[in-house]
């Protein structure tokens, strides 16, 4: 056998290896030859039990195993002709054997030869390694340095991410807390809705009251002209009380008490003119949102007409009774529209009557107030009272009497009012689903 570690001229730890590689092949090449012996001790025993069987006389024992495999390809052959037939075959069969483990052998050389190969370049490269020592280990040097860099990064890292988690999670509260606030501001919004609805019913009833109002209106003017007389004929006499100011400076002090007291009730009273005026706003806000919807349904109207003049070129058998209830729905719809036009008319109309009803209603229960404040203070007014003449404190009683009788009737007529609004949206209500239907 060829050892293989001769053929290096140097020698490291390696030539080790090498030597237990030559044992193994050494092994290996004995391991094919014992198996080679192996095969061919049956062969030789089936050429012992052959030359039996040529020097057996009778042949009627050997005949009887044998029968059955050797006359089976041809029954015609003697007994020494078939016994070198199998031997033949026997001799075939080891060669084809003997073949195949000489094809494994040239496999076990090329191996070797790669191995031998592998093993001179793995040699080349320790050499290499060995002379690149000093540069790996600089290398590796700064290799250390910058894992020390990159372990610090890391660190820095790790507690960047520690961070971000804590933000991650107060961002995950502050989003439930979001939420939490968002289904808050949801149910306001429904109550807001509600509200709405509210005031829509609010402004229908304020709009029934508009005609009865201004038929009371006509009724209050005279009795407006005639508290405007008086309160020129108590302007007169504030003249000439004005004369008496120097006299009454003792009791400025109460007056400017009650100045103060006319002031909180003005403030009081600015305040829910300002509501009122609120309330305006979000009436002609829900006006402007039924114009937009009557905008709407005149489209919707007009989407209709188009749809049945599709209907009517698509269906010529049913001409005349579409053409007859297309006239219908047609004079249904400008009916319709000429109704849109004056409830939007009617709506104008009414909203600049109530606007000059409340300021009147204001004026007028303005002077009642000062009126009744008169009234309940006698005693303050008592001087000026007997200064004045007599016939002016039961014309100031009738007035407040007149006013409260107003204010009574005021009460009942938006009552009254109210009431009527009520009826007409049921009944409104009532036709939408008819119209709609009949659509």
């Known amino acids: 056998m060829i050892n293989l570690g001769d053929l290096f001229s ?3 730890p390696l030539e080790k290896a090498l030597v237990n590689l030559d044992d ?54 003697s007994l020494h002709a078939q016994a070198r037939m199998a031997a033949f075959q026997a001799f075939d069969e080891s060669h084809r054997a003997a073949r195949d483990e000489l094809f494994k052998i040239g496999q076990a050389f090329a191996a070797v030869i790669a191995s031998h190969t592998h093993g001179r370049s793995f040699l080349d490269d320790c050499a290499a390694d060995i002379a690149r020592l000093s540069d790996l280990e600089t290398t590796n ?25 804590a933000v991650i999670e107060s961002h995950k509260t502050r989003e439930a807390r979001i939420a939490q606030e968002f289904e808050l501001l949801r149910t306001a919004l429904n ?32 009795d407006i002209e005639r508290l405007n007389r008086e309160v020129e004929s108590l302007r007169e006499k504030n003249v000439v009380l004005r004369l008496d100011l120097d006299v009454s400076q003792q009791k400025s002090t109460e007056y400017r008490r009650k100045l103060d007291e006319t002031q909180t009730l003005l ?10 005026s609120t309330r305006l706003g979000i009436g002609e806000s829900e006006l402007l949102r039924l114009q937009k919807q009557s905008d709407a349904l005149d489209s919707r109207l007009t989407e209709t007409l188009s749809s049945l003049h599709i209907a009517e ?12 209830e ?30 000059l009803l409340e300021t009147r209603l204001n004026e007028v229960e303005a002077e009642r107030r000062i009126l009744e404040h008169k009234l309940s203070h006698p005693t303050a007014e008592a001087p000026e ?17 007149g006013q409260a009788k107003q204010m009574k009737i005021l009460k009942q007529s938006l009552e009254r009012a109210a009431e009527m609004k009520a009826k007409t949206t049921k009944t409104t209500k009532r036709r939408k689903p008819d119209t709609r239907s009949a659509a």
Do not use: W
């Not at 070129?313 to 007859?324: K, P, S, V």
């Open 141 to 165: 040097a700064k290799f250390a340095s910058d894992n020390r860099r990159f372990e610090e990064r890391l660190d820095k890292l790790e507690r960047l991410r520690e961070r971000q988690e």
């Open 191 to 222: 109550d807001a809705r509600l509200e709405a609805v509210e005031t829509k019913s609010q402004l229908a009833s304020l709009e029934s009251l508009r005609s009865e109002m201004q038929l009371q209106i006509t009724a209050q003017t005279v």
């Open 10 to 12: 140097r020698k490291d």
């Open 24 to 77: 193994e092949m050494e092994n290996a090449f004995n391991e094919i030859i014992s198996h080679e012996e192996g095969e061919a001790q049956p062969q030789r025993d089936a050429s012992a039990t052959v030359d039996a069987i040529e020097i057996d006389e009778t042949g009627e024992t050997a005949l009887e195993p044998l029968t059955p495999a050797t006359t089976a390809p041809d029954s015609d052959l």
């Open 313 to 324: 070129q698509d269906i010529a058998d049913r001409d005349r009774r579409y053409n007859t």
């Open 385 to 401: 009272a007997a200064r004045l003449p007599s016939h002016t404190a039961p014309s100031l009683k009738e007035a407040a009497d």
């Open 267 to 276: 403030s009081v009273e600015s305040a829910r003119a300002s509501d009122a």
């Open 326 to 355: 297309l006239q219908c729905l047609r004079s249904e719809t400008a009916q319709l529209s000429a109704r849109l036009q004056t409830s939007k008319a009617d709506q104008a109309d009414k909203q600049s009557q109530l606007n």
